[in-house]
């Protein structure tokens, strides 16, 4: 049983990785904390809902086609909301506040349009095998979960140390006048980070919605506050730091509940998420960035 | 006398502004209408539950009205919207009471906004009638306060006798939601009714968030456990998924036991064949052969298209239960409303078995249906003698 | 309108009234963090912390209700004090996170510690002791407080640690003394609003402190502007009854809201207040630093 619960652990860690990714591209890279990610997380599994319920889509074609739209998403909120904020000089926190209102916006059109109703993948989207091995179960669904997961994270890596864009993004995140000053084209630097992070957040959604068997529109709304654990305990902007950090929260969670204290799951995600900013704000792997004023 | 008194001034005027009240709102109000209040959750968090509720008491206003069942007298729905918000909830029962004067009120949807609305209709001495909490302690208010439903708790002791009476059921495990006061109150006396009856809890695992669908962890601890009978206690958005994956998890032949939210059209469609062989008892379902309640789901359906459900029923029901409130009455005056709800004995109802019900403590009281769901999907009469 | 009428009034609307009032303490407790440039999101915790020390107080000791109100606004000032020193080295996201994390501590607490807080059923019976009157003065009070606060020396530290920390320490400013007294009397405020809607509302349930109301603070104060302590206060009145102008769109209501946000940090980034506010003459800017203009002389 205890390996099992290490699985689920491990599942439920990738899922907030993938979703921490994105919101920690943005964040690392253009100091904005985008809180609608949930909200594009949750919208993404409606539009893969909808085109496999409704337009008999293929999975894989869903889960690109949901990808892109998160990608999609995101990039009008850059190009609504947070450009022109930016270019009227707005500072972080004006941008976390107008995040918080396009997430309000988002969530309310995702309730509107499903009626506050909980969908499902139509049974047999994905076929329905399941392995039993040293007393373990393991589904199709979530090795497939588990392989996309990690080659996002790898694909997310190769992006951002092997790519010009990459390079691109970490010089913005860096320093973003030298940035401009390399020449580097800042504004649609800014609008692929936006994208990339929309699609992992994207791709995020439906992935959960198909491990858990479930669509609604309030499913993002946990995992906001479990990103901003993540980012915090892996560091702000490190790729490595995060997919560590939503593996251990994921695991905490499971644990928290094999040891009995489940009802106190949320008290301990935040206590440690605490503790870090206290004692570790950098996190486990986060540059050595000043963060005190 | 020096002193000035506003007394006789603000009485006079009262009445002055009485009578224009009265005269500039002639044109929907006659004389013998009677105003009633509907405060419902119809936006935010619970507006899911609220904006049915509202439907289905539109219905049976119109249908009050139509079929002269008060003679002349028609009863003026006043509607409003708590918002989901408890200060809300209160802003508006005040409203209603000394704004629009209503001589009852009916509705409310979340059981935190009954608790803190229900004294202010007390205090203000309006007979009230709630349609759809089910916390406890809600009959304890006060002499104006009145339940149209009942907490569950009494119908889900009676499946667990029942189920343990017709199965081998060894041993139980719960899931419950651990945020809703509902689910945290059922969650004892599920588990007590199961020792009474010499079942051993193997798992008690609790749902920290509404917003949650990850039961990986808590399943896995249940499923370890291989309990014959699984309680699940949760909204009823996470009651399908809830139910997938615990199929998923290993509890291929575990039964789960339920309350009345596992009969919606949401569950069936969510869980499809992994609900087969639940059980839970309802005040209510759909198919209720109560004469009722067959015109209800024909009327409902013709003029909303869709199938009513648990909520919509609720309003429906306590809307009609008023009306014949007041019919005994006789008079839209708070006092003799009051009175009647004391006196009137046996009322129509589309609940439970016997299509009557009466009010006991101050809320109704109930037979409930027991249910199984089959390999279609299909709700049936569960435990019937073999 | 007769005598009558404007009581009749205020009696139908009486809680509307008390609701809008308590919004607006929320609004200055979130003032007086912005104002020193503290994104401090910890105010609905503190709030939660504060209503349930009054109701803990009042339903199970007994005690009237001003001693719950003290006792609860002394926690938080106590809980604050420890907070505060770590929550303040902290800048920019890390501060916002870590203070609203504080806020999911507080509501996670309330929602298991069953024995205090009876859980998600709530405590009930909270008695209603605070009328709205009682209210208009302690609104009155804190605007004046924030008003000389503002305009004293303290005031001026608050602008200069916003505008631009490092500039304000260079001109010898106690950044940290200042830093912490907005802290605490935020916090302080903050609890008190807490306490006096338990005393309205009747019944506390962990459900009421959660995210909705802290955007709901949040657009109160960003609307009004926090360029004159006022504005929070116009802010928080203005949405509060805002809801009835709007009933016909009230499944748009959550919509509406996030527009608002969007627009006002774009558009109106110094709230509605902005336009009439000039205190003593200095020009205000919150979200965006303000351009020294040669011609502009120091007051």
Redesign the interface.
């Known amino acids: ?1 205890l390996l ?2 290490v699985i ?2 491990i ?2 860690g990738s899922v907030y990785a993938l979703f921490a990714l994105g919101f920690n591209l943005v ?1 690392g890279a253009l ?1 904005i ?1 985008n809180v609608a990610q949930g909200a594009i997380f949750t919208l993404s599994a409606f539009v893969a809902y909808y085109l496999i319920s409704i337009y008999g889509v293929p999975f894989p074609l869903a889960l690109l086609a949901a990808t892109v739209a998160g990608g999609g998403i995101n990039v009008l909120l850059e190009l609504l ?1 947070f450009r ?2 930016r270019s ?11 995040s ?6 988002l ?3 995702a ?2 349009m499903s ?6 993948f139509p ?1 047999g989207t994905l076929p329905e095998i ?1 392995w039993t091995e040293f007393g373990m ?1 393991i ?1 199709f669904t979530q090795v497939l979960v588990l392989v996309t997961t990690m080659v996002t994270m790898a694909g997310t890596y190769i992006l951002l140390n092997r790519t010009r864009l990459g390079k691109a993004i970490r010089t913005i995140a860096f320093d973003e006048r030298i940035a401009r000053m390399l020449g580097i084209p800042t504004v649609s630097v800014a609008r692929w980070t936006f994208f990339v992070s929309g699609a992992l957040g994207g791709l995020a959604g439906v992935l ?1 919605g198909i ?4 669509v ?1 529109f ?2 993002g ?2 995992y906001v ?1 479990k990103g ?2 993540a980012i ?1 305990i892996g560091g ?1 902007g490190s790729v490595t730091g995060v997919i560590v950090a939503s593996m251990m929260i994921g695991l905490l ?2 644990f928290s ?2 040891i009995g204290i ?6 301990v995600t ?2 440690v ?2 503790l870090f ?2 004692f570790r ?1 950098n996190g486990l792997f986060g540059r050595d960035e ?4 | 006398m020096k002193k000035f008194s506003a007394k006789p001034l603000a009485f006079s005027s009262s009445v002055v502004l009485a009578t224009l009240i009265a005269v500039a709102s002639t044109s929907p109000v006659s004389a013998d209408d009677i105003k009633i209040g509907v405060p419902l959750s119809l936006t935010g968090p619970v507006a899911f539950a609220g904006t049915k509720m509202k439907d289905a008491m539109e219905l049976a206003f119109d249908e009050v009205n139509s079929s002269g069942f008060l003679g002349t007298t028609k009863l003026v729905p006043v509607f409003a919207d708590d918002r989901s918000n408890q200060p809300q909830g209160i802003s508006v029962t005040q409203q209603l009471v000394l704004r629009d004067k209503v001589s009852a009120i009916v509705g409310y949807t979340a059981s935190n906004i009954c608790q803190a609305s229900l004294p202010v209709a007390q205090e203000l001495k309006t007979p009230t009638l709630q349609a759809d909490c089910v916390v406890p302690g809600l009959n304890k208010i006060g002499n104006y306060v009145y339940s149209a439903v009942r907490p569950s708790d009494v119908f889900v002791e009676q499946t667990i006798d029942k189920l343990v009476a017709a199965r081998k059921i060894k041993t139980a495990a719960i899931l419950y939601q651990r945020d809703n006061p509902v689910f945290v109150n059922l969650q004892p006396i599920v588990a007590k009714a199961f020792e009474r009856n010499g079942v051993k809890i193997v798992a008690n695992e609790a749902v920290t968030s509404g917003g949650d669908s990850d039961f990986s962890a808590q399943l896995t601890s249940i499923a370890n456990g291989k309990p014959d009978v699984m309680a699940i206690l949760l909204f009823g958005g996470q009651v399908g998924p809830a139910m997938v994956q615990a199929r998923q998890a290993g509890m291929k032949d575990t039964i789960f036991l339920g309350e009345q939210n596992f009969d919606s059209v949401e569950v069936r469609r969510v869980a499809g064949p992994n609900a087969e062989g639940s059980i839970f008892p309802s005040h209510w379902f759909a198919a209720s052969p109560v004469p009722a309640n067959v015109k209800f789901v024909k009327d409902y359906t013709e003029r909303f298209k869709r199938e009513p459900d648990t909520f919509s029923a609720n309003g429906y029901n306590a809307v009609w239960l008023l009306a014949q409130v007041i019919k005994k009455a006789g008079s839209g005056d708070r006092e003799a409303i009051r009175t009647a709800m004391e006196t009137i004995g046996d009322m129509d109802t589309v609940f439970g078995t016997a299509g009557k019900t009466r009010f006991e403590d101050r809320q109704v009281t109930l037979t409930p249906f027991f249910f199984t769901v089959d390999k279609a999907g299909k709700a049936v009469p569960a435990f019937d003698k073999p | 309108m007769t005598f009558s009428d404007v009581a009749d009034w205020f009696q139908i609307y009486n809680h509307s009234f008390a609701t809008a009032l308590i919004n607006a303490v929320m609004a200055l407790s979130l003032y007086f963090s912005l104002r020193a440039g503290i994104f401090n999101l910890s105010a609905v915790g503190f709030m939660a912390l504060g209503a349930y020390t009054a109701g803990i107080f009042a339903v199970k000791l007994g005690t009237i209700s001003i001693v719950g109100i003290t006792v609860g606004v002394l926690v938080s000032l106590a809980v604050g004090s420890i907070l505060v020193f770590p929550i303040l080295r902290l800048r920019g996201h890390y501060l916002a996170i870590a203070t609203l994390s504080f806020g999911g501590i507080v509501q996670a607490l309330a929602l298991n510690l069953d024995s205090l807080t009876n859980g998600p059923a709530g405590l009930i019976g909270v008695p209603v002791t605070v009328k709205v009157w009682h209210l208009l003065i302690i609104v009155s009070v804190l605007v004046y407080v924030a008003w000389v606060l503002t305009t004293s020396r303290t005031g001026r530290a608050w602008d200069a640690i916003r505008t631009d920390l490092s500039a304000a320490r260079a001109m010898g400013i106690n950044v940290e003394h200042y830093r912490l007294v907005s802290f605490l009397i935020s916090t302080a405020t903050a609890a008190l609003a807490g306490g006096l809607w338990a005393h309205v509302n009747r019944v506390i349930v962990p459900f009421e402190f959660g995210f909705p109301q802290l955007t709901f603070v949040l657009v109160n104060t960003l609307l009004g502007g926090i360029s004159h302590p006022v504005g929070p206060v116009l802010g928080a009145l203005l949405v509060s009854t805002m809801p009835e102008w709007l009933d016909k769109f009230e499944q748009y209501r959550e919509m509406i809201i996030g527009f608002l946000l969007v627009v006002i940090v774009i558009y109106l980034p110094n709230g509605l207040i902005a336009p009439f506010a000039t205190m003593r003459g200095r020009k205000f800017s919150f979200f965006k630093p303000t351009q020294a203009k040669p011609s502009e002389g120091e007051s």
């Not at chain 1, 918080?100 to 916006?105: C, E, N, P, R």
């Not at chain 1, 009626?115 to 499902?120: H, L, P, S, T």
Request: proline content about 5%; aromatic content about 10%; hydrophobic content about 50%.
């Open positions: 049983m099992q619960q689920n652990g599942l439920t964040l100091n904390l909301v022109p904020l009227r000089g707005g500072s972080a926190m004006s941008s976390l506040v107008a918080i209102g396009a997430s309000m916006i969530i309310s059109v309730q509107l009626g506050a109703q909980v969908e499902r049974f399941q179960r589904s959960l491990m858990y068997n479930s609604y309030l499913m709304e946990p506050l901003f654990a915090v702000f969670e499971v509940t094999v489940g009802t106190f799951r949320d008290v935040f206590g998420l605490f900013l206290l704000p000043e963060v005190r004023p």
